[in-house]
């Protein structure tokens, strides 16, 4: 079967709500800075009751991903599952907007759509509390075979360790994957996922997968070590190919027994670090679906998750491919 | 009764929906940049399908200028009508999260929460469409007499001069507000509204404002003059206060035989023109509320539409009140 797609990715169906708060807030709701957490609906009720007034938009992490590949000129599909609300209509739409594959049937009769409360303290870091509501219903029937197997790369988040149901959908998806060739990749997505999910992470890494995106706490969380380069190097020991994201360090890729360091693009202010890990995976992969240098395609990571932490929202504002080109990148 | 707010407010209780568009966009789609025109549902689906990935955030026009009020450290009330859908729950969550009083029943069973659909060009100018929704209910029982009566400045939108049932809200509000010795303020809103309801609005404004804010096509509008200096002294003619807007070339203010000439505060870079007048009603009438030099008034108004201008969104971002002080202002 021809080619379709860049990439294909398997994700929570998630709208953010993003208010800025400040630490005390943090505290206040007992909130671990940087993390994500899963809520039930009253918790979120609860939560979004105490915060201050935000912007919605659509977001879930391989949904920022896709539309990034897609800024980037990349061709993406998506499955995630929202339901019939005022919500899901807006993540629908937003997914078409650019030309995302979208074709989920939304849940009716269930849970609402999934909704991330993101608090933005003024350094620009967000700390997340998801109500999975209708994303939790992503099931196998919901893998259409044709989108894996016409999609380079298929892009799975380790969020969706966390539903039960999506486990039987990575697995359908993983097989239909290795059965046409195409490449498997997925990003580690959360420390705390790693700490819950840690042994069956691993084995569907070491089993299925052929690249792996992480930041410097998951890899770490993973390997259950402080020492950076003792926990980069496990990784490196277990993929094909891997990217380590570290903020404002950069980036450290490593494939056919060579690792590149690879700077992070300056930013004159953060503003919102919401969506930095799926911008840099966005780049990653948009470069391997091209068969760019593995330099090359940190770089692209690097760019754009350089362009979406200068705003909030955890998706490109401008085109990345216009970005791209100015850097001589593609 | 002890005055517990400085504005109340009656508006259209809309969610906007503000997306990246060009020209061309404008073009095809039929729309005149800077206008406001009022769609039905499926107009609204129909543009809605053809616009870019949007962000969702409370608006309508009397709404954002409690918002500024609030901001400014004020004390504020808003009247209008939600759905009790889920864009209904985030516009009661974004008025409460910033301390408006906010108590209006939400409608059931009738038109969902209304949504403005505005396209922003590269050069930050708005052109909204607006479906008007459940706001088209609100109607003189939603009128809290205590709410009126208790405020120092009753805040209109010319808006709610298409909707009919909420003219009898006005006659309702204009009423208590008399009774009651408060101020009555209007905004006229739009060129467009000023033509459909010209002497309506005029008699409106001779009878019962004390305040009258507008810009300079909504005047020359008002008095059918492309001459500027004629349209603001027939307006000037009119009311007891009035300020004018005119973009970058900041606005002019008159009360008790004198003008006063405001410079538009410095910008870096105009993102989105959406709130301006809005913020800049806010700035104005907080400083009539507290008493302030009509001088004051307009820089209160000026810097507050400058702070709203430099990003997405109808509302401020920073607190007003903190901008306002270390201007000297307040």
Known sequence: MPELYDVAAIGNAIVDVIAPCDDAFLAAQGLVKNSMQLIDEGQAEELYGHMAPGIETSGGSAGNTVAGVASFGGRAAFLGKVADDQLGEVYEHDMKAIGVAFDSRPLTGGPR???SLINVTPDGHRTMCTFLGASTELGPDDIDPAMIERSKIIFLEGYLFDPPEARRAFAKAAGLSRAAGRLMSITLSDSF?????????????????????????????????????????????????????????GSVVHAGGASHVIPAYPVEKVVDTTGAGDQ????????????????????LGALAAAEVIGHYGPRPQVSLEALAKAEGLI
Chains 1, 2 share one sequence.
Do not use: P, W
């Not at 993929?239 to 994201?245: F, P």
């Open 280 to 299: 840099y995976a966005a780049g990653f992969l948009l470069g391997v679906a091209r068969g760019r240098s593995m330099d090359v395609c940190g770089r």
């Open 193 to 249: 996922v790693v700490e819950r999910h840690r042994d069956v992470l691993l084995a569907f890494i070491e089993t299925e997968c052929d690249i792996v995106l992480a930041n410097e706490a998951e890899v770490k969380a993973m390997f259950q070590t402080d020492d950076f380069e003792a926990a980069s190097q496990a990784l490196i020991d277990r993929t094909r190919i891997c990217a380590i994201t570290r903020g404002e360090a």
């Open 113 to 115: 759509t999934a909704r």
